[in-house]
């Protein structure tokens, strides 16, 4: 009974921050879009069955028809499939960079807040360093010492990252750690560890779910502006950004083939965004209802 | 010499100083006290007066730089001053452990009340999630929460501010201590919630036999709980004294002015009696006055007083005052 009343207590914190995210229309959409890309790029080798690389010159560039709900691309691939799979390389994308962001960056911005002193000055400078670049121009230039590829790509983005969060949790560390409760933790023994990680962790929490669902967004865009260069995730494999860029060769005489690419590109970002801020109010305990 | 008049915390020539851009400020210059065992020593003083410093100077809770702690600080004699980090963590919470003023915010406001007290638990004795779990509801029975097995699985949002004040009490005696101190405990609650925080503290300390010092500027709360008082001005201490002898013939003339400070209803109160006040306000830590640092609100203040700061005069045993007058 206990347990089932346990479950019941935190379900109880779960349901008032999901009552306020259903009356956020727009996060709804931009969570249902979200939900839509999941599934679309879990379940890509149901909905198109076959290789999405392999070319038929016989259909190169039709305009969206019955067979071809989206058109083909000059190679005569259809654009449908292509998207459906580029999901998947998006999203894995997304995930990849934002776990090299959070791994990194979290704990980095933790001790940097908690510490101060000269370790904070050391990783205070070293994020200055990296936030004069522009995030872009960064993964570019990373890029350009590691090489292309999906893997490469993830590395990049993931890097210029890092900065982000770093700041973002030095300074939420450096409110909360003033706290009474983190003096009172400290008063009862407890040891540095424990008070970064069950104290003061728990209560950046808010922000850094925030980050990374807008942050998911910035890395599909960056990722996208990669493969639009051809420094990204290389052909024949599908990738939107680099859909878009090959496309634009055709901008005129068969405009569908970069922008549905860039429709995909658009929605994705959105749907991060929306969710996002979305997040950020209903998790917001000073709104609590 | 019974266990009981043993000291169970000296503190002598106590020096705790921050250093700022602005200059050394001395918050606690120069303070001597013992606690005994199982009993209830009152440190009063109005605000920055260096009551909290001494009570964190006690646990080494200040960030040194830029503070720094000076003097000797006796334990059951352990130098708390001469411990490492490690050390000193073992003590904190287990053997001294500490209640803060603000129940508001003492407390983690992701973590449920249980949580918090079973953590305290099992950071110095060796149990188990689950037995600590249960003796950190054990912990909210003793404090008087109705429905400690529920309460225990809150989060402080839940709980008014007299309870989570309870359930910082209960996190504060989760390890049996010897000694706690409280910092203002009942400051920020009603007064009848006070009421019964106070009545708590005393039966528990009854029960456990925990030494409390008990940091206030409530004199009210003095007369009622403490059995020796310190009155610290200026991160001095100016007057100590058993609590009914301070009431009844005060020696120093702040402690008389703040008795004076007290209102008195009912019977006692004279007919046009105006309520006094020590002129004036504590001088700021970068401006302590030559002299008697009391000098400039004194309204016995004397030619020899604004020259010479006065030393200690001992007066009896637990009987001291830092006054030319008593000289």
Redesign the interface.
Known sequence: M?EE??HR?YAG?FRRSWAKLKRNKAALFGGALLLLYLFTALFAPVLYPGSPSAPNLMISLEKPSRDHFLGTDELGRTIMGRIIWGSRVSLLIALGVISVGLVLGVPLGLISGYYGGKIDFAIQRVTDMMLAFPGFLLALALVAVLGVGLKNTVISIGISMIPIYIRLVRGCVLSVKE?????????????DF?IIV??IL??V?VPITVQTSLGMGTAILFAAGLGFLGLGVQPPNPEWGAMLGSGRAYLFNAPHVATFPGVAIFLAVLSFNLLGDGLRDALD?RF?I | MKEQDKPLLTIEGLHTCFHTLDGIVNAVDGVDMVVYRGETLGLVGESGCGKSVTALSVLRLLACPPAEIQGAIHFQGVDLLGLDREGIRRIRGNAISMIFQEPMTSLNPVLTIGEQIAESVRLHQNLSGKEAWRWAETMLEMVQIPGPKQRAKDYPHKLSGGMRQRAMIAMALSCNPQLIFADEPTTALDVTIQAQILNLMQDLKQEFHTSIVLITHDLGVIAEMASRVIVMYAGQVVEEAPVRELFKNPRHPYTQGLLGSVPVIGKKAKMGRRLQEIPGVVPGPLETPGGCRFHPRCPKVADLCRREAPLETVLGEHRRVRCWLAA
């Open positions: 206990t009343k346990e207590e914190q706290q009474v409760y983190v003096e009172a933790a400290r008063a009862v023994g407890s040891k424990r069950r104290h728990p209560n929490m305990p609590r």
